[in-house]
């Protein structure tokens, strides 16, 4: 018997109800954590870091974004985004898949936003 895909474990997961998408979730964490006490280092490359802590940080970390969104806007039309400050974790269609990788990808709250064409707003001039 051949091993299953990637895809199609995510598919197996994805149809998983909820209850056991969790139980699936505090499994893999479980064997990250054997991982890296067994081998020294993390089985998964991830970003862990912890949410900023001050007012200033977190600021600090949502206008990256914000930039972010602006410079590369024209390459993700109707597409869902999730940053952590200036850092793509994942793109796609489908948000609550992209806040899942993001979220996977070890940001704890990332910042998740649709991109879509923004009208010029309307100005009469004096």
Do not use: C
Request: glycine share 6%.
């Amino acid at each position: 018997m051949e091993p299953a895909t990637f895809e199609q474990v995510v598919a197996m997961v994805s149809s998983l109800p909820t209850h056991d998408r969790e139980r699936f979730k505090e499994w893999f964490k479980q064997q990250e954590r054997l991982d890296t006490k067994t081998n020294g280092s993390p089985a998964i490359e991830s970003s862990t870091q912890p949410m900023p802590s001050t007012l200033e940080e977190r600021e600090a970390r949502f206008q990256r974004a914000l930039r972010w969104l602006e410079e590369n806007k024209a390459k993700y039309l109707g597409q869902w985004v999730a940053l952590d400050g200036d850092r793509l974790l994942a793109a796609g269609t489908d948000g609550k898949q992209v806040y899942a990788e993001a979220v996977a990808a070890g940001v704890e709250v990332p910042f998740l936003k649709r991109v879509i064409e923004e009208p010029e707003p309307y100005y009469a001039g004096w």
